[in-house]
């Protein structure tokens, strides 16, 4: 923007706001009156003001500086990014807040556990052992008062098993390359209730992804004349 005090100039070979002492001679050249000149947008000084205030506000949501005391116990146990699997923790992480899922694989896993021929490779069986990590409190636990909580590593586990298999001869989820998790969260449901139809399980008519359904009816209504 341009006022008759100056404008915003910025120099791309110094990479760099500068000044122009002849801004209003060269602005005449080309027929702008520099004293005629209105503020009609943000300066950069402006937008820096704005940006140091939303930098404000994110520190007051992120608690930074505040001295934090870690939670720890069952259903407080994070989960490793083993590179770009950051969609694969926080869908996994979200539907075991969901009490279907907790009932089906964390309070039955001792179930899939035994039933399991191959572990390694048994939907059910990792499915379980993912809930117990996360839910079990098993690896989450009290860090006590007289040790620094800021020096120790957070409670998480690394779910590399359960990752292999769920991304087993599927086309992205196979790589290690960042995916969308909305995808995620629909191929995995398919594959729980795949699952459900054909695996042995405590309960056969059981099948935690029939929370996500939901019936959508058209109607076309016509007003009466």
Excluded at 90 to 103: A, G
Excluded at 148 to 164: G, K, N, T
Aim: aromatic residues 10%.
């Amino acid at each position: 923007t341009i006022t008759a005090k100056g404008a915003d100039i910025y120099s791309y070979d110094e990479d760099d706001m500068v000044e122009d002492p002849n801004l209003a001679v060269r602005l005449s050249h080309w027929g702008i009156n520099m004293l005629k000149m209105e503020k009609s947008d943000r300066s950069m000084a402006d937008l820096e003001i704005e940006l140091n205030q939303k930098f404000g506000e994110a520190s007051m949501i992120e608690e930074a500086n505040s001295k934090l005391q870690p939670v720890h116990g069952p259903g407080y146990t994070g989960m490793r990014n083993l590179g770009n699997s950051c969609y694969l923790n926080s869908v996994m992480q979200v539907l075991f807040t969901l009490k279907d899922f907790q009932e089906k694989y964390y309070k039955n896993s001792d179930f899939y556990f035994d039933k399991a021929k191959d572990p390694a490779n048994d939907f059910n069986a990792q499915t379980a052992k993912l809930a117990h990590g996360l839910l079990s409190g098993v690896y989450s636990k009290e860090i006590p008062a007289n040790v620094d909580a800021s020096l120790q590593a957070p409670s998480v586990i690394r779910p590399q098993m359960f990752r292999l298999l769920i991304g087993r001869n599927h086309a992205d989820f196979g790589t290690k390359q960042q995916q969308d998790a909305a995808e995620f969260l629909q191929y995995y449901l398919e594959q729980v209730h795949n699952h459900c139809k054909k695996d042995p399980t405590p309960d056969p008519t059981f099948d935690p992804s029939t929370c996500f359904q939901f019936e959508l009816e058209e109607r076309i209504h016509y007003p009466e004349t």
